[in-house]
């Protein structure tokens, strides 16, 4: 995994990060602190803070991208497609102009950290149209 992930929201058992393979521009996370394989491995504390900052991060990027459409998916287990042996909630902004693709993660290139910090500064800030 990436070491300098950008956090934009913590919660006492999980947290919102900047996706290092951006997928699409805005792709964040929620990962558990727990190292879990599956959601179902979740007690209901880390299930409420993940879905907590699963909607968290999606009022962000409408806020703030303004994308076409959102797509959520939770990768459990490798065979899921996860580049990383643990349990995540991906929010991918989706935009018309973008043809979709579904790419397995590990084909994804992992973007520069001037890049992250920057998308992550302003998702915090809220900062309107940052495409």
């Given at each position: 995994?990436?070491?300098?992930?950008?956090?934009?929201?913590?919660?006492?058992?999980?947290?919102?990060?900047i996706n290092?393979?951006?997928?699409?521009?805005?792709?964040?996370?929620?990962?558990?602190?727990?190292?879990?394989?599956?959601?179902?491995?979740?007690n209901p504390?880390?299930?409420?803070?993940?879905?907590?900052?699963?909607?968290?991060?999606?009022?962000?990027?409408?806020?703030?991208l303004e994308?076409?459409?959102?797509?959520?998916?939770?990768?459990?287990?490798?065979?899921?497609?996860?580049?990383?042996?643990?349990?995540?909630?991906?929010?991918?902004?989706?935009?018309?102009?973008?043809?979709?693709?579904?790419?397995?993660?590990?084909?994804?290139?992992?973007?520069?950290?001037?890049?992250?910090?920057?998308?992550?500064?302003?998702?915090?800030?809220?900062?309107?149209?940052?495409?």
């Open positions: 995994m990436h070491s300098n992930i950008p956090l934009i929201q913590v919660r006492n058992h999980a947290c919102l990060a290092p393979r951006q997928r699409s521009r805005g792709a964040l996370l929620v990962m558990p602190f727990a190292h879990t394989h599956h959601l179902t491995d979740c504390q880390e299930l409420s803070d993940i879905s907590d900052l699963t909607l968290t991060g999606i009022h962000l990027l409408r806020e703030t994308p076409d459409g959102i797509h959520t998916f939770c990768n459990s287990g490798m065979a899921a497609g996860q580049s990383e042996d643990h349990m995540h909630v991906q929010i991918i902004p989706r935009y018309a102009q973008d043809p979709y693709s579904f790419a397995p993660s590990d084909e994804i290139p992992i973007s520069s950290d001037d890049e992250l910090m920057s998308l992550a500064i302003s998702l915090q800030r809220g900062n309107k149209k940052i495409k």
